[in-house]
T-cell receptor, first 116, second 114 residues
Framework: GAVVSQHPSRVICKSGTSVKIECRSL??????MFWYRQFPKQSLMLMAT?????????EQGVEKDKFLINHASLTLSTLTVTSAHPEDSSFYIC????????????FGDGTRLSIL | DQQVKQNSPSLSVQEGRISILNCDYT??????FLWYKKYPAEGPTFLIS?????DKNEDGRFTVFLNKSAKHLSLHIVPSQPGDSAVYFC?????????????FGTGTRLTIIP
């Protein structure tokens, strides 16, 4: 069964709206979670690493004020796309890994975000 | 700059035969590699991994081979089954302390023909 739950699976909203996406690890604690973005026919691109109890680490070119990440507990990280615009339309997917060495990342099912 | 490349966007294989998916990388600092499988409308599922200290890792029908000198790895599935039809992603990382960043390829869509 799924070990990482991501919600919602699909969002359609108007330009200027802020959208929050949740990522939960279901049966393990995850000090670190990851947020990816995937454009059509491209690979998953890491946006940021979410660290429980501290600030997220953003990849180069990712606006931290645009993509707000909160990792308030060991099982929940949220990504908020603030004042979304059509160019933010994409597939966003999170992952989490167990706090042991060389454990693989387990992925949620992703969120398809469409901004009108 | 695509550091992990999967040059075949699609592959069709007859059921029961061997499926071979290929992946190349350019970053010599990568030392841990993973394969993920993805069905439509679902997230990637971890399949198998290999550390650079090995050249082969086997798990049931799945075997991953690593050729460090060629910066190439491959995933073999034998025998292929209809349920193996999915998109397969190769991923790589540098295992220095605290670094868990995965770099993904663009994926190969595998279709198993009954």
């Amino acid at each position: 069964g799924a070990v990482v739950s991501q919600h919602p699976s699909r969002v359609i909203c108007k330009s200027g709206t802020s959208v929050k996406i949740e990522c939960r690890s279901l049966d393990f604690q995850a000090t670190t979670m990851f947020w990816y973005r995937q454009f059509p026919k491209q690979s998953l691109m890491l946006m940021a690493t979410s660290n429980e109890g501290s600030k997220a680490t953003y990849e180069q070119g990712v606006e931290k004020d645009k993509f707000l990440i909160n990792h308030a507990s060991l099982t929940l990280s949220t990504l908020t796309v603030t004042s979304a615009h059509p160019e933010d339309s994409s597939f966003y997917i999170c992952s989490a890994r167990r706090d042991l060495s060389n454990q693989p990342q387990h992925f949620g099912d992703g969120t398809r975000l469409s901004i009108l | 700059d695509q550091q992990v490349k999967q040059n075949s966007p699609s592959l069709s294989v007859q059921e029961g035969r061997i499926s071979i998916l290929n992946c190349d990388y350019t970053n010599s600092m990568f030392d841990y590699f993973l394969w993920y499988k993805k069905y439509p409308a679902e997230g990637p599922t971890f399949l198998i991994s290999i550390s650079s200290i090995k050249d082969k890792n086997e798990d049931g029908r799945f075997t991953v081979f690593l050729n460090k000198s060629a910066k190439h790895l491959s995933l073999h599935i034998v025998p292929s089954q209809p349920g193996d039809s999915a998109v397969y992603f190769c991923a790589a990382k540098e295992s220095n302390f605290g670094n868990e960043k995965l770099t993904f390829g663009t994926g190969t869509r595998l279709t198993i023909i009954p």
